[in-house]
């Protein structure tokens, strides 16, 4: 260790960097706590390389992730943000890694990269790639840098200064407007690195929730990825109009998408991207379409991985119960995902069927006349029976006066599906008959 300190202490650069390298790849407790003053100095130090000053961000993010006990907390870390600022983008680089750290530990301690990272942000999003040459990847300027700088103002609050806040939604509406630009190369590097910066910055709209321009604007835009050929974008628009659904500026903007989404519902091959299309489904869904909605969910129930049947199940009735301006609809909707998925749908579900039916005299008859049909079917599953031997049991006397579903023809129906019924079933329908 005092070797090491030694090196780090001389005016060498190579010494320097190779003693940061060393500690970066074998530090421990006892290492932290000696170099936790030695190394946090090289970071901020004015007569210091920038290849030194960056290895040394480096050598702070590593001890940060592997013996954050052993890093001491103080004012250092308030100086490390003004690196942000610094002329070398790799060190701005770098130190946005390590101030994402500080960040995820202690927010409040460094807000003041805030106002910093959204000017580094402002310059690169209305830069052209020739002016970063050394930091542009396939035409898009410094793309890497974009992104750690939108994911760590993700981490705080937004700013409250009107003209900081403005020059924000400047850099946002710019990458907005640069996504939509023509491609200035084939090659799929510069359309993954323009998504990535893209789908990066929508995440920070959503963050922020209050830019109502901004909000539609993302809105529209990820709804055009929602046919693209590329499986992984589908995906990540679905994903980012989940988030824009919750928010009150933009959710009629993703609900103009509905038919693409059930579309998708239809036609997607691949099951990851047609549970994200059940969620934002589940997302827009009102009064207005709920039955719509309900339904192709109900459709593609019969055709449903086995994995997801059960959230499935659940999100049926939660909507239709939620949305259901006729009680008939949801006493149907319910029986036919008990017929269905019958394995899926957990107590809870066929339990509060009962209990509504139970409350509301409008549906008792109706309820009793349609579980008796069901009842019929040559195989129905346990949970039909619970339903049907509470509902029969309260409310079976409301179609009695049918010879064709009278006490006995009743009674009959139940005791046939007896011998199949676990013993809580047979013991519920024995206290229900």
């Known amino acids: 260790i005092q070797s090491i300190k030694h090196d780090i202490a001389s005016r060498n650069a190579i010494y320097i960097n190779l003693a940061l390298t060393c500690v970066a790849n074998i530090a421990n407790q006892e290492m932290g706590e000696a170099l936790a003053q030695d190394i946090p100095r090289l970071c901020v130090a004015a007569d210091v390389l920038d290849g030194v000053k960056q290895n040394a961000v480096l050598c702070m993010l590593k001890l940060l992730r592997t013996v954050p006990q052993a890093v001491p907390k103080g004012e250092w870390a308030s100086r490390i943000v003004q690196l942000i600022s610094d002329k070398h983008l790799g060190v701005v680089t770098s130190a946005c890694s390590l101030i994402h750290v500080l ?9 003041s990269c805030v106002p910093l990272a959204i000017n580094r942000l402002s310059r690169i999003a209305s830069t052209s790639f020739t002016d970063l040459q050394d930091y542009t990847y396939y035409f898009v300027p410094a793309p890497w840098l974009s992104i750690k700088l939108l994911k760590l103002l993700q981490l705080h609050h937004p700013p409250t200064d009107a003209v900081i806040r403005g020059r924000l939604v400047e850099a946002l509406e710019a990458i907005l407007n640069r996504a939509q ?9 510069h359309s993954n690195a323009k998504n990535a910066i893209l789908f990066e910055a929508i995440n920070l709209i959503i963050h922020l929730d209050d830019e109502p321009n901004l909000l539609v604007r993302a809105s529209n835009q990820l709804g055009q990825y929602l046919q693209h050929r590329e499986t992984n974008l589908r995906y990540l628009a679905l994903e980012g109009m989940c988030k824009l659904a919750r928010s009150e500026f933009s959710r009629e903007a993703v609900s103009k998408h509905q038919e693409t989404v059930l579309n998708a519902l239809k036609t997607e091959r691949d099951v990851s991207v047609r549970q994200r299309a059940v969620d934002l489904l589940y997302a827009i869904c009102d009064k207005g379409n709920s039955e719509t909605i309900v339904q192709e969910m109900l459709t593609y129930l019969e055709t449903a991985d086995y994995s997801i049947r059960e959230e499935l199940v659940l999100k049926i ?48 008859g109706y309820a009793a006349k349609t579980v008796f049909e069901a009842l019929q ?4 599953h346990e949970n039909m029976v619970k ?12 179609i009695a006066g049918d010879q064709r579903s009278s006490p006995l023809v009743q009674f009959k129906l139940l005791h046939n599906k007896y011998p199949f019924c676990s013993q809580p079933t047979k013991a519920l329908d024995r206290k229900s008959g």
């Not at 339903?387 to 409301?398: A, C, R, S």
């Open 387 to 398: 339903v049907g031997g509470y509902i029969l049991g309260e409310f079976g006397n409301l």
């Open 181 to 189: 630009e023509p491609p200035k190369s084939k090659k799929v590097q």
């Open 317 to 364: 009735a939660i909507l239709a119960e939620k949305y259901a301006a006729d009680y008939t609809w949801y006493v149907d909707t319910i029986l036919n995902l008990i017929r269905m998925a019958g394995d899926f749908v957990s107590e809870e579900v066929w339990y509060r069927v009962v209990q509504i039916v139970i409350n509301r005299d409008d549906v008792q």
């Open 103 to 111: 960040s995820l530990r202690n927010a409040e301690e460094v807000q």
């Open 377 to 380: 079917a040559p195989a129905c």
